[in-house]
C-alpha cells in the first residue's frame, strides 16, 4: 500500500524550530518529487515547498523562504522540512504529498500539527 | 503569478447535479493543468481530478472536470449527488515550478 506518515509536530514558541518528517513506503520514493503543503485552522491549502526526486530542485513559497529548508533521504524513503523563526502565523496542519509529475499531488499523508504559540 | 478563485459555497439536494468554478487571474486556464482535491472534515485532501479531466483509480465517474478557455476557467461537475460528497473541494494549478490553490468551496448536500 502506497502510504505517507508524517511526524514530528508539536507545539512550538515563537522563533523557536522544528523539523517535520515523512516516511514513505509503497512506491520508488526515489523516482519522485515530493511536496509541502500547510493548511492552517479554517483555512485552505498553501502549497510550502517542493524537491525533486534527486535533490536537485527546491523551490519556497515566499511565506517561509530563508526560514523553512526541504531535504530527502533516499536512502531512508524520508521528506523533512526544518522551520526555523517560526511564527504564529506558520500554525497549520502540515501535509507531505508525492508529486507524479511535479505539478500535483496524488498521494497525501494525514498530516501533522504545528501550533506556534508563547 | 496567478490567482484561482472559486465559489465560497454551494449547495445541492441528493440524486442533483453541482458545478463549481475556478477561474484562473492572468494567463490561460490551459497553460497548465488543473487539479481537483477533495477534503473531508478532519482528513486530509484526495484526488478527485487531475489534468484537467482525468479521474484516478477508484473515483467514480460521477466526477469530470473541464477547462473553458473562454471563461479562462476550470469546472468540477459531481453528478447523482450522494450526502458523501459533502466536503471542501479545491482547485489546483501550477505556475513557475509552484502549486497554486483555489480559496476552497464548501459542498453542502442537503
Known amino acids: 500500500e502506497v502510504q505517507l506518515v508524517e511526524s514530528g509536530g508539536g507545539l512550538v514558541k515563537p522563533g523557536g524550530s522544528l523539523r517535520l518528517s515523512c516516511a514513505a513506503s509503497?512506491?520508488?520514493?526515489?523516482?519522485?518529487?515530493m511536496n509541502w503543503v500547510r493548511q492552517a485552522p479554517g483555512k485552505g491549502l498553501e502549497w510550502v515547498s517542493s524537491i525533486s526526486s534527486s535533490s536537485s530542485y527546491i523551490y519556497y513559497a515566499d511565506s517561509v523562504k530563508g526560514r523553512f529548508t526541504i531535504s530527502r533521504d533516499n536512502a531512508k524513503n524520508s521528506l523533512y522540512l526544518q522551520m526555523n523563526s517560526l511564527r504564529a502565523e506558520d500554525t497549520a496542519v502540515y501535509y507531505c504529498?508525492?508529486?507524479?509529475?511535479?505539478?500535483?499531488?496524488?498521494?497525501w499523508g494525514q498530516g501533522t500539527t504545528v501550533t506556534v504559540s508563547s | 503569478n496567478f490567482m484561482l478563485t472559486q465559489p465560497h459555497s454551494v449547495s445541492e439536494s441528493p440524486g442533483k447535479t453541482v458545478t463549481i468554478s475556478c477561474t484562473r487571474s492572468s494567463g490561460s486556464i490551459a497553460s497548465n493543468y488543473v487539479q481537483w482535491y477533495q477534503q473531508r472534515p478532519g482528513s486530509a485532501p484526495t484526488t478527485v481530478i487531475y489534468e484537467d479531466n482525468q479521474r484516478p483509480s477508484g473515483v467514480p465517474d460521477r466526477f469530470s472536470g473541464s477547462i473553458d478557455s473562454s471563461s479562462n476557467s476550470a469546472s468540477l461537475t459531481i453528478s447523482g449527488l450522494k450526502t458523501e460528497d459533502e466536503a471542501d473541494y479545491y482547485c489546483q494549478s501550477y505556475d513557475s515550478s509552484r502549486w497554486v490553490f483555489g480559496g476552497g468551496t464548501k459542498l453542502t448536500v442537503l
Open positions: 504529498a508525492r508529486a507524479p509529475a511535479g505539478s500535483w499531488g496524488d498521494v
Open positions: 509503497g512506491f520508488t520514493f526515489s523516482s519522485y518529487s
